[in-house]
């Protein structure tokens, strides 16, 4: 994405992937997923978090890696790693135990319950079903961690009225929902887009805008969303990216294109 005259210096992708890392403010650990929440998530390690433990689905804790992982499988996460556990025990102690602080997922949709799709997108009469991923560990990660946030791109191809099929639940149809099904995370409380935040309203768990990045407006946020976007009474400004945070983004991202 290039610069805008709103934005000089960084992108809006810049924008949004240095406020992901700013949201594992004070996480102990985190289990990553690939894509947006991994440059997140490692972002905030060489920024707001150097302590913060990177939990992979391959079963690797505490993961250093020098650059952005290519996959969950990327040999580097288990190189840098302080222990790599048998996926079983990854999933049946850590996750379902309770120990993970914060789970970070990406979507291709996401509706206004912060429910996800990863697995199918609907392409219209007579045309075969896109085929996406699938759910990977996204359902247990946003059943049992103990809180989620999300990242992705804002459009109306991504944030939708209707999921195209339901792969992780956030929060279902409104309160109540996780509870009833005993999940014991507390589910989604942030998504956060080149665009701004939502967050879900404490009293009907809808994806509410609370914040906007320099330069966007409410109805910019609106147009890019699938249905009637709820905005909060006083939408805050996230602060721009520092210096530091730029460099060290860029050096993660221009090391994982360097020959290895």
Not at 32 to 59: F, K, M
Not at 79 to 85: H, K, P, Q, R
Not at 236 to 250: F, I, Q, S, W
Request: with cysteine; charged share 20%; hydrophobic share 40%.
């Amino acid at each position: 994405m290039t610069e805008t005259p709103e934005t000089p210096g960084f992108t809006r992708d810049e924008l949004m992937e240095v406020n992901a890392a700013r949201a594992l403010a004070g996480a102990k650990t985190c289990f990553v997923g690939i894509g947006l929440p991994s440059t997140a998530a490692n972002l905030a390690r060489a920024t707001v978090n150097p302590g913060l433990v990177l939990i992979y689905e391959s079963g690797t804790i505490g993961s250093k890696p020098t650059r952005l992982p290519l996959s969950i499988g990327d040999g580097e996460l288990a190189e840098t790693a302080d222990s790599v556990v048998p996926v079983p025990e990854m999933f049946n102690y850590w996750l379902q135990g309770g120990r993970i602080d914060v789970g970070f997922l990406g979507a291709a949709q996401v509706d206004a319950y912060a429910n996800i799709n990863t697995t199918v997108i609907d392409r219209g009469p007579d045309k075969p079903e896109g085929r996406l991923p699938g759910a990977g560990g996204a359902p247990e990660i946003a059943s049992n961690c103990g809180r989620v946030l999300m990242v992705l791109r804002h459009s109306t191809r991504s944030f939708v009225r209707k999921l195209d099929f339901v792969t992780t639940m956030g929060h279902g149809s409104g309160p109540g929902d996780r509870t009833k099904l005993g999940m014991p995370g507390t589910g989604p409380v942030a998504v956060i887009t080149d665009l701004g935040i939502l967050r879900p309203d404490p009293a009907t768990a809808e994806l509410t805008l609370t914040e906007l990045h320099p330069g966007v407006t409410v109805e910019q946020v609106r147009a890019a969303t699938g249905w009637d976007l709820a905005v909060a009474g006083t939408v805050g400004t996230t602060e721009p990216p520092t210096p530091d945070e730029l460099a060290a983004l860029r050096a993660l991202k221009a090391a994982g294109k360097e020959p290895r």
